[in-house]
């Protein structure tokens, strides 16, 4: 587990915890608010557990991903990468002032960018921009995301 | 406008044949509580919001919803894609297979087909919000429940992922409320529907 950042919480809270406000009106629902600046996985093992932050990592009867069918191949590192963007992007629509989570959002697009660059010349385009550089249309070459089993080429 | 990108948001990759776990994670894909309802409420709420905010964040949980849509999907289409007329008969899985065949439809678990009866679109920031914690958490109420169903490793390794992201869209629809009932009258909250009262 990461270790809080303690100028970030309030005294005696952890990651795990927000603070409410001491006066809020009544009959109205309140979520307390993750802390500015938490902390986070690094993009792999927040793919493999389902969220970027160890704060709102709350599995069920501790039934806990050890690892992800790609680990460790391109394709996984790119989905890892995607999806830390992505959950930094919900982290921001909340917490549109957290600069460190902003230069955090930044550097994981760019390393996508690179990481999906060596991934299309490798197996083909992603997106339709990706064919750009392609010498004839290989948007129908490999197979579609869904059919990935441990039977594909039998 | 959407573009569509050739990866899943989670890898899928499932061993067995196994239509008897399809049956109810089909649940999942056009039930009650499943991927489509969530994409589709909070995809046609976003329209009423009040703040750019809150349309970003409908927006952007949205449109993971619709990657979580096809995840559950290429479950089930890896679950039944090989199976034989015997595995069908088997795993009592002839009132879809009839229907269906392989063919991934959305429907609940008990075979009513999805309706838009599943998701509430009221127009009212307040109450559309919490329709949507609501909806987080009976998402992840049937995903705990499909985990304790199904003894398959390499299904359970996409559910607990989807599970858990039902836990985070809770957290952010939870602080988009907050930030909201922030800005009304503090006397009174329900003075008036920001989504309509400008």
């Known amino acids: 587990m990461e270790t809080m950042k303690p100028d970030m919480m309030p005294q ?29 996985y690094a993009p792999e093992e927040a793919l493999t ?12 009867m501790n039934m806990v991903n050890k690892s992800n069918p790609y680990a460790g191949t391109p394709l996984g590192e790119l989905m890892a990468l995607t999806f830390m963007a992505k959950e930094l992007q919900l982290y921001l629509d909340t917490h549109p002032d957290d600069q460190d989570a ?38 129908l070459r490999g197979p579609w995301p869904w059919e990935y089993c441990e039977r594909m080429g039998k | 406008m959407f573009s569509y990108v050739k990866s899943l948001e989670y890898p899928v990759k499932i061993k067995n044949t196994n239509p008897a776990l399809a049956k109810f994670i089909i649940s999942q894909y056009g039930g009650p509580d499943g991927e489509m309802s969530a994409s589709l409420r909070y995809l046609s709420q976003r329209y009423s919001m009040p703040t750019p905010q ?12 619709l990657g979580h849509f096809e995840l559950v999907a290429a479950i ?8 034989t007329p015997e595995e069908v008969k088997k795993a009592g899985f002839e009132t879809y297979f009839v229907d269906h065949t392989a063919g991934i439809y959305p429907q609940f678990a008990s075979g009513t087909p999805w309706t838009a009866a599943t ?80």
């Open chain 1, 12 to 40: 005696g809270c952890d990651a795990k915890f927000g603070v409410l406000p001491a006066c809020a009106p009544l009959a109205t629902s309140w979520v307390p608010p993750q802390g500015m600046n938490p902390p986070m």
């Open chain 1, 102 to 139: 902003f230069k955090a959002l930044k550097d994981t697009l760019a390393l996508k960018r690179e990481g999906a660059k060596r991934y299309v010349k490798l197996y083909g385009p992603l997106r339709l921009e990706d064919m750009e550089d392609s010498a004839s249309y290989d948007w």
């Open chain 2, 54 to 65: 809150l349309r970003g964040l409908l927006t952007d949980i949205g449109v993971e919803e």
């Open chain 2, 76 to 83: 089930i289409h890896q679950l039944t894609r090989d199976m």
């Open chain 2, 119 to 198: 998701i509430g679109v009221k127009g009212d920031t307040i109450t559309d919000l919490t329709e949507d914690m609501g909806a987080e958490q009976k998402a992840r109420t049937t995903y705990d429940n499909i985990l304790r169903l199904s003894d398959d490793p390499d299904v359970n390794n996409v559910i607990k992922f989807l599970r858990e992201r039902e836990v985070v869209h809770f957290q952010r629809f939870g602080e988009a409320l907050g930030k909201t009932l922030e800005m009304l009258d503090q006397k009174n909250v329900y003075y008036m529907n920001p989504s309509f009262d400008k």
């Open chain 1, 49 to 60: 557990r389902g969220t970027l932050f160890p704060g709102l990592d709350l599995p069920f």
